[in-house]
């Protein structure tokens, strides 16, 4: 009973190392309980999705509870936490406005829906799908960079929230997980242009039907959402004469990570059936044919 005495007395003689030291103890108590039910969810939820959604609202809740019961400790009572958030905003808007911001960022990230896990975009000149979002960063898996195409260069960048605010936000995959993309097929003068349409539309459209029937519904649903015209998601082929050739130029709608693989396929399907035209159609290159050398008089004096 005297240790409890001397306890007693010791917290009624120091009030301020009292209350320091009952909040450290609610401080570790609920950082304990964020990761406990972290840990737990981690292990009961199978599905990644929501099992990764669970751990960020227990961090989120903890977090804010934390905030709350730290204001009430050191203002001394709850109904001071808007004067005191006016005076701790006030205090530290300029020293740490890029963390404000962040934080503010990550508000406006989860209520608006700029972008999820999962998502791949492209904001601050860094293209990448996003892994992970927390109260400050958002981490990504980039691609691009030194690697062609729409590949993974192997870095995994974090960029502050803040940018959300600073610049636009490219998002390849939200309402709209398709994107539009072509290429070049340059068919020499003299080729049965005619057979050369024929071969490029036919595997355009066998080979994109899936990608087009899903696209369908996926559009409908974006014009009716957003003030757009409709727009054409069957493939479509223009010709252009040129000095040196006939340019065909494909357009095409294809699945936003699938971009490389498909582009592959319809040059490697349309080159063989190119070949077993036996010449009628020949891909022209950018080398120069001499047609006619110049008759050259030379006169002796």
């Known amino acids: ?54 751990q960020k609202a227990v961090e989120f809740f903890g977090y804010v509870l934390l905030i709350i019961i730290t204001i009430s400790f050191f203002t001394g009572s709850i109904k001071d936490f808007a004067l005191a958030i006016g005076f701790l905003t006030a205090g530290i808007t300029i020293t740490l406005q890029e963390l404000i911001l962040s934080v503010a960022g990550s508000f406006y990230i989860f209520f608006v829906g700029v972008y999820k896990p999962g998502d791949r975009i492209e904001i601050n000149n860094i293209k990448g799908d996003v892994i992970d979002i927390d109260s400050v960063y958002t981490t990504m898996m980039e691609i691009g960079e030194w690697v062609s195409s729409d590949n993974y260069s192997g870095r995994i960048v974090k960029l502050s929230n803040a940018f959300v605010f600073k610049g636009p936000v490219y998002n390849y995959s939200k309402d709209f997980p398709f994107v539009w993309d072509e290429f070049n097929l340059p068919i020499r003068y ?38 757009i015209e409709n727009a054409q998601v069957d493939p479509t082929l223009a010709i252009t004469m040129t000095d040196n050739w006939i340019q065909f130029n494909l357009r095409y709608i294809v699945d936003y990570k699938k971009r490389r693989y498909t582009k592959s396929i319809l040059n490697e399907l349309i080159g063989k059936e190119i070949q077993k ?25």
Request: no cysteine; proline share 3%.
């Open 190 to 227: 003299g080729s049965d242009v005619e057979l050369a349409k024929a071969i490029v539309v036919k595997i355009a459209s066998e080979t994109l039907s899936e990608y087009v029937s899903k696209s369908i519904s996926e559009w409908s649903q974006v014009v009716n959402k957003f003030y």
């Open 1 to 54: 009973m005297e240790i409890f005495e001397n306890i007693s007395k010791w917290m009624n003689e120091h009030p301020v190392s009292t209350n320091i030291i009952k909040y450290l103890i609610w401080a570790v108590f609920i950082l304990f309980i964020i990761a406990f039910l972290r840990r737990l969810l981690r292990k009961k939820l199978p599905d990644t999705g929501v099992r990764y959604k669970s």
């Open 277 to 301: 035209t036996d010449g009628k159609v020949q891909l022209a290159s950018a080398t120069f044919e001499i047609v006619q050398i110049p008759n050259i008089n030379i006169k002796k004096e």
